[in-house]
C-alpha cells in the first residue's frame, strides 16, 4: 500500500470511531503480535513486540532469543553471536537479545487474524471511550433519536454510536414517541454491559426538569437563582422552589422571563406539564403558605411531635378545592416540596374543631377567657353553615380570629409541655452517676431470668436502666416476665451499687516566663512566699513614680498617653544601627547621649499599666519587643 492510501485509511479510522491515535496504534501492533505468534507458532513465554509506521504502515516485528556461537537449531528462539552484536555490541553467548524477525510474508492466514485482533482491539477501545464518556454524562441531558419502540420502552440512539434505553416508567405519561424523533432526556446510569455501556435515560425524573431550568435561565446557570426544591408528578403539574443569592433580583420573575417565554420553552419540552414556580423562604410558614398556591391560605399552624411534622392549613371555603387539588395533587406537592405532612382545612371545619378543643380542655379554657366569651356567637354562625344558610364576610373574619387564637394558644401549651419533659428529663440523667453509663449491665448482678429479659428490652447499661426508672417506672415494670417483685428485687440491686468517683481534673496553672535585658534587679518571689506588705507598697509607689516620668516625657514630645496606646507597636521598635553612636561620643557625653528605652506593662498589684526604664549593656541593642 503507497504511503498516502495508508495515512489516508488510518485517519479515516480515527475520525470513523473517534478513537485517539494511539489507541488505534497500540490495537494495530497488538494484532500483528498475535499474527506472529499463530504464523511461527512461537510459545507465548517469548517476549514479542511490533512497532507500526503511521506514516507508511510497515510493521516490524521484534522477538527475543538467545545468542549462539554457529549452530542454530530453531531459528524462532535463537541468533547467532554476530547478528547479536549488531544490535548489542556487549552481547555474549548465552545472552537474551531482542532482535528484529519480521516473516517475509505472513500470508493469508496471518492477515486474518491480524484483521480480526484489530476489529476486536477497535471495539473493545470503542466501548471503553463510551463507557467513561457516558459516565461523566450522569445527570446531565443528552439529545439522541428515537431508533425502535418495544414494549419495555425505547432505544434512543446518542452520540459516539452509543445507544440509551428509556424505560416505560421513565416516560412522560401521555406522551407518544415516534420513530426517528429527536428528544432530549437525563442520563440517569451507566452500566457497564457484555455489548457495551447500557444507559439508562429518562424523561420523568426531576432532574431532568431541574437541568431543563438550568438550561433555559441562565440566572440559575450562574448561580444568582438557586433551585431549593423540586416536586413533579410527570405529565401533569410540578411545583419548584426557587431563591436569589443576591439581593435585588426576582428569582421567580427570572424564571418565568418575559410573557413566561422561558417557562413556556420548558412546558412545551414537557408535553404541556404544569408548572408553579414559587419563591423559598426561610420561615417554614410562609414557606407552606406560598407552596399550596394558587390556593390563599389563612393560617398555618406547625406541630412536630417526636420527628412528625405536620402543618395545618387552613383555608376559605371557597378555596379549599384549590388547595387541595384533583385527586389531592396540590396538597401532595406541596407536601413533597415542603418536606412537612400537610393537613388543609376549611375555615368553618378548623372552627368546629377549635370549639371542641376549647370545650373540652379546662387549662386552655382558663387561658383564653375572651374565647369563651365568643363561644355563643361561634355556635350560631357554625349552625348557620350546617343549615346552608348564608354566611357574611364578617362572620368568616370572626372564624378566623377564633381559629387563630385557640390554635395558637394550643401550640404554645404543647411547647411549653415539651420544655418541662425535657428539663424532667435533663435533671434526671443529671442524678445518674457518669460512671454507671459506662458499666455493662451484667456487672449489675441481677438475677440470670431478670438479666435475659431486659437485655432483651435494648438495656445494655446500669445507667440506662436507672435512667428508665427514674423517668418512666412503668416502662421496666410493663416488660413481659417483670413484675412486682422483679421489679423489687431491681431496685435493691440498684441501691446496694456503688459507683467510683470520676478523678478531678488537675489544671496545670501556666507558668510565666519574662525575659529582660535590665541593668536593674529585678527580685522575683520563690513560690509559696508572701512578698512583704511594706515591700509591695514602696513597689507601688515607685512604679507609680515611673508612670508620671514617663507620661512627663511624653507629655514634652507632644504625645498623649491614651493616644500611644492606639499606636501599633512597630512604631516604638527602633533601628540598631541609625540609634548607635560612636564610642567616643559615648564617652564623651555619658548618660546624656543615650537614649531611653520604655516599656509598657500591666502591673497587677497597682492594676494599671506601667512604663519600666530599660538600660543597655555596653554597645548592644535593647531588646524593645512588644508582647
Known amino acids: 500500500m503507497a504511503k498516502n492510501e495508508f495515512a489516508l485509511a488510518f485517519n479515516e479510522v480515527l475520525e470513523e470511531k473517534q478513537l485517539a491515535k494511539d489507541v488505534v496504534v497500540a490495537a494495530i501492533e497488538s494484532a500483528m503480535v498475535s499474527a506472529y505468534r499463530r504464523a511461527v507458532s512461537a510459545s507465548t513465554a517469548q517476549h514479542v513486540e511490533a512497532k507500526l509506521d503511521p506514516d507508511t504502515g510497515i510493521v516490524t516485528v521484534f522477538a527475543e532469543k538467545e545468542v549462539v556461537e554457529d549452530n542454530i537449531v530453531d531459528d524462532r528462539t535463537e541468533v547467532l553471536l554476530e547478528v547479536a552484536r549488531k544490535v548489542n555490541p556487549e552481547a555474549q553467548l548465552g545472552d537474551m537479545v531482542v532482535v528484529e524477525t519480521t516473516p517475509a510474508d505472513f500470508g493469508r492466514v496471518a492477515a486474518q487474524t491480524a484483521r480480526q485482533v484489530i476489529q476486536q482491539r477497535i471495539r473493545e477501545a470503542e466501548r471503553s471511550n463510551q463507557m467513561q464518556y457516558f459516565e461523566r454524562q450522569v445527570g446531565e441531558i443528552v439529545s439522541g433519536l428515537v431508533q425502535a419502540i418495544n414494549a419495555q420502552g425505547s432505544t434512543i440512539g446518542l452520540d459516539m454510536k452509543a445507544e440509551g434505553v428509556m424505560p416505560n416508567n421513565q416516560k412522560i405519561p401521555g406522551e407518544r414517541l415516534k420513530l426517528h424523533d429527536r428528544i432530549r432526556a437525563v442520563v440517569m446510569e451507566v452500566k457497564d454491559g457484555t455489548r457495551g455501556p447500557q444507559i439508562v435515560l429518562s424523561r420523568a425524573h426531576r432532574n431532568f426538569l431541574r437541568r431543563l431550568l438550568e438550561n433555559e435561565v441562565p440566572e440559575i446557570y450562574h448561580g444568582i437563582v438557586e433551585i431549593r426544591a423540586i416536586s413533579r408528578e410527570p405529565g401533569a403539574r410540578a411545583k419548584v422552589a426557587v431563591s436569589a443569592t443576591?439581593?435585588?433580583?426576582?428569582?421567580?420573575?427570572?424564571?418565568?422571563?418575559?410573557?413566561?417565554?422561558?417557562?413556556?420553552a420548558i412546558v412545551k419540552e414537557l408535553h404541556d406539564e404544569k408548572i408553579d414556580i414559587i419563591q423559598w423562604d426561610q420561615d417554614p410558614i410562609v414557606y407552606i403558605s406560598k407552596a399550596i398556591s394558587p390556593a390563599r391560605v389563612n393560617g398555618v399552624y406547625l406541630a412536630d411531635n417526636e420527628g412528625a411534622r405536620t402543618a395545618t392549613v387552613v383555608v376559605g371555603e371557597d378555596q379549599l378545592s384549590l388547595a387541595i387539588g384533583r385527586d389531592g395533587q396540590n396538597a401532595r406537592l406541596a407536601a413533597k416540596l415542603t418536606g412537612w405532612r400537610i393537613d388543609i382545612k376549611s375555615l368553618s371545619e378548623a372552627a368546629g374543631d377549635s370549639l371542641r378543643k376549647l370545650q373540652g380542655n379546662a387549662e386552655l379554657s382558663?387561658?383564653?377567657?375572651?374565647?369563651?366569651?365568643?363561644?355563643?356567637?361561634?355556635?350560631?354562625?357554625?349552625?348557620?353553615?350546617?343549615?346552608?344558610?348564608?354566611?357574611?364576610?364578617?362572620?368568616?373574619t370572626v372564624l378566623g380570629q377564633f381559629v387563630d387564637r385557640v390554635e395558637r394558644r394550643t401550640i404554645q401549651i404543647k411547647e411549653e409541655a415539651a420544655r418541662e419533659v425535657e428539663e424532667r428529663t435533663n435533671t434526671a440523667r443529671a442524678e445518674v452517676p457518669a460512671a454507671a453509663f459506662q458499666m455493662p449491665l451484667e456487672q449489675a448482678g441481677l438475677k440470670e431470668h431478670i438479666f435475659n429479659i431486659l437485655t432483651e428490652a435494648g438495656f445494655e447499661t446500669i445507667g440506662n436502666l436507672i435512667f428508665s426508672i427514674k423517668t418512666d417506672p412503668n416502662k421496666v415494670l410493663g416488660l413481659p416476665g417483670i413484675g412486682s417483685k422483679a421489679m423489687q428485687n431491681i431496685e435493691e440491686v440498684l441501691a446496694a451499687l456503688t459507683f467510683p468517683e470520676p478523678e478531678p481534673v488537675?489544671?496545670?496553672?501556666?507558668?510565666?516566663?519574662?525575659?529582660?535585658?535590665?541593668?536593674?534587679?529585678?527580685?522575683?518571689?520563690?513560690?509559696?512566699?508572701e512578698m512583704p506588705a511594706a515591700k509591695k507598697q514602696a513597689d507601688g509607689k515607685k512604679d507609680a513614680k515611673r508612670v508620671v516620668e514617663v507620661e512627663e516625657e511624653l507629655a514634652k514630645d507632644g504625645v498623649n498617653l491614651d493616644e500611644l496606646f492606639k499606636m501599633k507597636p512597630e512604631i516604638f521598635q527602633s533601628t540598631g544601627p541609625a540609634e548607635e553612636e560612636s564610642s567616643d561620643k559615648k564617652k564623651a557625653g555619658g548618660k546624656k547621649g543615650k537614649k531611653k528605652a520604655v516599656e509598657l506593662e500591666?502591673?497587677?498589684?497597682?492594676?494599671?499599666?506601667?512604663?519600666r526604664k530599660i538600660h543597655k549593656r555596653g554597645d548592644s541593642t535593647p531588646d524593645n519587643d512588644w508582647e
Not at 500591666?602 to 512604663?611: A, I, P, R, S
Request: glycine share 10%; with cysteine.
Open 246 to 264: 443576591q439581593p435585588g433580583i426576582d428569582p421567580v420573575g427570572a424564571c418565568v422571563g418575559i410573557k413566561g417565554v422561558r417557562i413556556q
Open 366 to 396: 382558663a387561658m383564653l377567657p375572651a374565647a369563651m366569651e365568643a363561644i355563643p356567637q361561634i355556635e350560631e354562625i357554625l349552625a348557620k353553615k350546617a343549615e346552608n344558610r348564608p354566611i357574611m364576610p364578617e362572620e368568616y
Open 506 to 529: 488537675k489544671v496545670e496553672e501556666p507558668v510565666a516566663s519574662i525575659e529582660t535585658v535590665a541593668a536593674e534587679p529585678v527580685a522575683v518571689p520563690v513560690a509559696g512566699e
Open 602 to 611: 500591666f502591673d497587677e498589684g497597682l492594676g494599671t499599666v506601667v512604663g
